[in-house]
């Protein structure tokens, strides 16, 4: 049996980059059971020992000492959430030193600013690529000359959460195009999509997984048989080699993953959210 | 005007954790106009060194020393990068010994897994959470037993973006409940949210805001009107007085913000994707 470790995510904002990296190196420790607290919105003294009340607690209900990853700026704060006795990793601290003297300037310290609305502007972006997203989901009212990017897939092989991830975190306009019968028929690019050819990027899967994915949205359906999925996998990738559509099977890739390659191989650059 | 200082975001994986944690650390340092590239999937020595040579260019080319956020875990392949004479911040470097020392046990280096698929049955409820937010999104079809949390707000207000973010980062179940005319006439719930009180969040915004945002949509619309806008948001906040509702006005406040204070408030815990 794994040995149990609390962790805590103490921040001054929303806790995201502290839980982000909290979880990319505690990924990295296979021989522990985290079980894990958030404590976002921690801006004052007094909501810092309250925290650091708790950490000390849980620490001693299980017998183990409390990693508390911190991404507080303030120092009376973080001061404070010290009192638990926790491991305190701070998620800045390391770096701000070396970025103070490379750039030649003190960092500011505000607090919670990482994830909070800087720019109006950027924000409304963001919200509309959203929107953009929904609407254009499953090609209900297509538009795809306002597209950064056009996903094309059979139904289901992922096209919608990519769509939505790609325009919450990089306000990037993802529509998506599901080929349908009347597509597989011919190996080559449906009518619509063959002027909007830079913006296409082709997701394909696994049978055997689409198949299991579809039974559970239709079970025993003709739709879900394990015959139908490879029939249209095989003539989606078909159509893609032919047409030459840069393409990503999804079977065993996150929609991250997905997201990552698709703004990496269409060349798109947008700041992250 | 600014200074410009080219970023480069290096990783063996998405990349995400280094973005992540590096825009946390840029936004403290105001003095700089930062650009960006991201270099994921940089998983071996070969392509890391495709990666520096380029970094070197964009430094010369910008007079700049160029700073590189590295989450490669490969020694090798952070040697390789390191070639590119810019300053690198290694994400995981500082925080590896302490949590090794802490543990008693030796990290693993696996290459790019913090946003990979490391289980299939957690990335399964994930998309699951996904599929519920948009098939539940303005109560098109609604069956709110199954619901973690309901989202409860005037058109516009920010329910449909936070509950995909909350199904795509927290696995969670969210619906959302459109507040319409006949729902604002009275102070009190619908009736068909009587049973889910502990699962529901209301939103509330600046009417000014609103009518900004309505007006995006349906320009010189009644929907957009200023006064209805007014007339809707105060109707809903007296609701969400009468019935205790927990409240949150999204005007000045992030999708990030929303969704961490939402999981906050009804106690919800749920792992960070």
């Known amino acids: 049996m794994l040995a149990i470790r609390?962790?805590?995510y103490v921040s001054d904002g929303t806790g995201i980059t502290a839980e982000t990296i909290g979880h990319s190196l505690l990924t990295q420790f296979t021989d522990t059971h985290f079980i894990s607290e958030r404590y976002p919105?921690?801006?004052?003294?007094?909501?810092?020992?309250?925290?650091?009340?708790?950490?000390?607690?849980?620490g001693e209900q299980?017998?183990?000492?409390p990693i508390v990853i911190n991404s507080c700026v303030n120092s009376d704060v973080c001061a404070a959430v010290c009192e638990s006795g926790a491991l305190v990793l701070d998620v800045f601290a390391p770096f701000i030193d070396p970025l103070e003297r490379e750039l030649g300037q003190m960092r500011q310290r505000h607090m919670?600013?990482?994830?909070?609305?800087?720019?109006?502007?950027t924000y409304h972006r963001r919200i509309n690529a959203m929107n953009f997203a929904l609407t254009h989901d499953d090609g209900q009212?297509?538009?795809?000359s306002e597209a950064d990017v056009i996903l094309v897939a059979v139904s289901r092989a992922g096209k919608t959460p990519t769509c939505v991830y790609l325009a919450l975190h990089y306000g990037v306009r993802a529509a998506n195009?599901?080929?349908?019968?009347?597509?597989?028929?011919?190996?080559?690019l449906p009518p619509r999509l063959r002027a909007h050819r830079h913006k296409l990027f082709g997701l394909t899967i696994d049978p055997q997984r689409l198949h299991q994915i579809r039974q559970e949205r239709r079970p025993n359906s003709r739709y879900a048989q394990l015959e139908t999925c490879r029939r249209e996998v095989a003539a989606a990738e078909t159509m893609f080699r032919a047409e030459r559509v840069p393409t990503l099977?999804?079977?065993?890739?996150?929609?991250?993953?997905?997201?990552?390659?698709?703004?990496t191989t269409l060349n798109i650059r947008r700041e992250m959210f």
């Open 6 to 8: 609390p962790v805590f």
């Open 41 to 58: 919105f921690v801006d004052t003294v007094e909501r810092a020992h309250e925290v650091a009340a708790r950490i000390r607690a849980v």
């Open 62 to 65: 299980h017998g183990a000492r």
């Open 112 to 121: 919670g600013r990482a994830h909070a609305i800087v720019d109006f502007d």
């Open 141 to 144: 009212s297509i538009d795809y």
């Open 177 to 188: 195009y599901p080929l349908v019968d009347e597509d597989l028929d011919h190996d080559r």
């Open 249 to 263: 099977s999804t079977t065993h890739t996150s929609i991250e993953e997905i997201a990552s390659k698709v703004l």
